[in-house]
């Protein structure tokens, strides 16, 4: 696949510093008027990310040229333990001080369908447009062990290929509401950056990155690509152990 980079870390840390000195870099490349747009990543990767930026970067950034968004978000209030927003809020939001404006959360206690149409239209308020479609300046993904990413998960591939900003998609277990961009969106971007470590995440990203094909296309990741843009996978060693 043109445009793809993998990148393998010996430990979490270094991943966290080399994807933080990413989003430092274009912060402080970015000289136009426009914020930098970032999409993060859920779930529990990106935490040990997050942590090593609120360590290392309070009081060196000026964050208002930044708009945080979320790339998808569980339908949960803003304060359970399964959100989205209170995990990258308490580990990086509120040790940094982002401006609650540079900050656009999924209203993940509304109605799933009104705020799927909700937060598309603040994405594309908000967002750079390419031929009418959102482009972010950087997309994190995380990959489940079943290759889903962002909440597009295997049994719902299709919603990959929707043209609607966000789509509310079911999570396939425990049938929890979600709401995220779609592949539309997300392979538009100009810098995708995927996350992956641990043990756990190793097959998936073998059967992803090996390319053995028959597997990776029932995989929503697998369906990214990066249009014109960039897409870089940053992995531990633990992750990457079956690469070949
Ligand atoms: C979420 C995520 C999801 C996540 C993967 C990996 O809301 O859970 O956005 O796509 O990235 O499920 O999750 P872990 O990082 O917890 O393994």
């Not at 360590?55 to 339908?75: A, L, M, P, Q, V």
């Not at 803003?78 to 040790?95: Q, R, T």
Request: hydrophobic share 35%; proline share 4%.
């Amino acid at each position: 696949m043109k445009n793809r980079k993998i990148k393998i870390f010996s430990n979490q840390e270094k991943l966290a510093k080399y994807f933080s000195e990413i989003l430092i870099k274009k912060i402080s490349k970015n000289t136009s008027n426009y914020n930098l747009s970032i999409a993060l990543a859920g779930g529990s990767t990106p935490k040990k990310i997050f942590k090593y930026m609120a360590d290392n970067y309070s009081g060196k950034i000026n964050w208002e040229k930044t708009n945080f968004f979320f790339g998808d978000e569980r339908c949960v209030p803003p304060n359970d333990a399964e959100s989205n927003f209170k995990m990258v809020d308490d580990i990086l939001f509120s040790p940094l001080q982002i401006p609650t404006n540079n900050i656009f959360r999924v209203k993940g206690e509304n109605d799933p369908a009104n705020e799927a149409k909700n937060y598309s239209n603040v994405i594309k308020k908000n967002v750079r447009l390419k031929k009418e479609v959102p482009r972010f300046d950087i997309v994190m993904l995380g990959i489940g062990e079943d290759g889903h990413t962002a909440s597009i998960f295997p049994n719902q591939i299709e919603l990959f290929h929707s043209k609607n900003i966000c789509e509310v998609a079911t999570h396939p277990e425990s049938g929890q509401k979600r709401i995220s961009l779609t592949g539309t969106v997300i392979s538009n971007a100009k810098l995708i950056v995927f996350i992956a470590t641990g043990k756990n995440k190793s097959k998936i990203v073998s059967e992803l990155l090996n390319e053995n094909k028959d597997k990776s296309n029932n995989y929503p990741a697998s369906l990214v690509s990066s249009k014109k843009g960039k897409l870089v996978w940053l992995l531990d060693t633990e992750s990457a152990s079956l690469l070949y």
